[in-house]
């Protein structure tokens, strides 16, 4: 576990899967840490977000997988770089099994800085390959949800400042892209109000609610506000058909494979399209 700290936040990052696994201001613990009801933290979500059909995939005409579920980000083992007293490079080693499952030479690091009471999470990505890397990405963090002794998780809300024309993107049962949107009714102008209820079918995918997600209630002060830029989807998570104290709001930059047929990584239209070099 590497350490990160500055007057404000102390953040520690797990070399297994470059996990967030606390993210600590003034005696608040934001990150969500009971290990019996969902058993991780602030995965990585690398090259897909989401499933696959069949864990498998295509590129160049030819299979291959399996994947699990967001790729293998989560799972692998990270060499940490410490850059200063706040600041930690996590570089991904690509093991052999990776190696066999991705038709890519690639580099893959995520950089954790503090700066105030901001945390920045950079994914950075690099083709050593002599061919186009196709790929998507995205955060999975879960956050205590109360944040103060006394409330529940009824009493929050997740606001979208930017929001406009919000959509929720239709999955199928097993949770892979069925192509469709629809309006998201559960959205009262700018803001949705938590239940657990609301993630009964798993995940709610949107699209149009800008680049901003803000995590508060009216019965308290301390709230997160989670920032993703560049990225066209966020969703919203916590362990189905449960009463679980705690909600990831997870910028992806593309949807989960489609339940009709294995992707092609060529023609999957939200993909990330990295260059040779």
């Known amino acids: ?8 936040l102390t ?4 070399e297994n899967g470059s ?13 969500f840490n009971n290990m019996e009801i969902w058993p991780k933290h602030a995965p990585v979500l690398f090259p897909f977000a989401g499933r696959l059909l069949e864990q498998k995939f295509k590129y160049n005409g030819k299979e291959y997988g399996p994947v699990e579920v967001h790729g293998f980000a989560p799972y692998a083992k990270y060499e940490a ?5 706040n600041s930690v490079t996590m570089k991904m080693i690509a093991s052999e099994e990776i190696k066999k499952i991705w038709p890519f030479d690639f580099d893959f690091s995520v950089n954790f800085k503090l700066e105030d009471h901001t945390l920045f999470i950079t994914y950075i990505v690099k083709n050593n390959d002599t061919k186009t890397m196709y790929y998507g990405m995205g955060s999975h963090p879960g956050f205590n949800v109360p944040l103060t002794n006394g409330l529940r998780f009824e009493d929050y809300y997740v606001e979208f400042p930017e929001a406009k024309d919000v959509k929720t993107n239709v999955m ?31 995940a709610v995918i949107l699209s149009g609610t800008g680049s901003r997600a803000i995590i508060k209630t009216d019965k308290d002060t301390k709230s997160i506000t989670v920032d993703y830029p560049d990225t066209q989807y966020v969703a919203l998570w916590h362990k189905p058909k449960t009463e679980a104290p705690f909600l990831c709001v997870e910028p992806w ?9 294995i992707q092609e990584l060529e023609k999957k239209a939200d993909y990330n399209v990295l260059e040779s070099g």
């Open 172 to 202: 199928s049962k097993s949770c892979l892209s069925t192509g469709r949107q629809e309006p998201f009714n559960e959205i009262e102008g700018t803001k949705v109000h938590l239940k657990h209820n609301l993630f009964d079918n798993d």
């Open 1 to 8: 576990m590497v350490t990160i700290k500055n007057a404000f």
């Open 253 to 261: 930059t593309s949807l989960p494979g489609s339940d009709i047929e």
């Open 81 to 85: 770089q410490i850059d200063a007293e």
């Open 11 to 14: 953040a520690r990052i797990d």
């Open 19 to 31: 996990q967030l696994s606390s993210l600590v201001s003034g005696g608040t613990e934001y990150i």
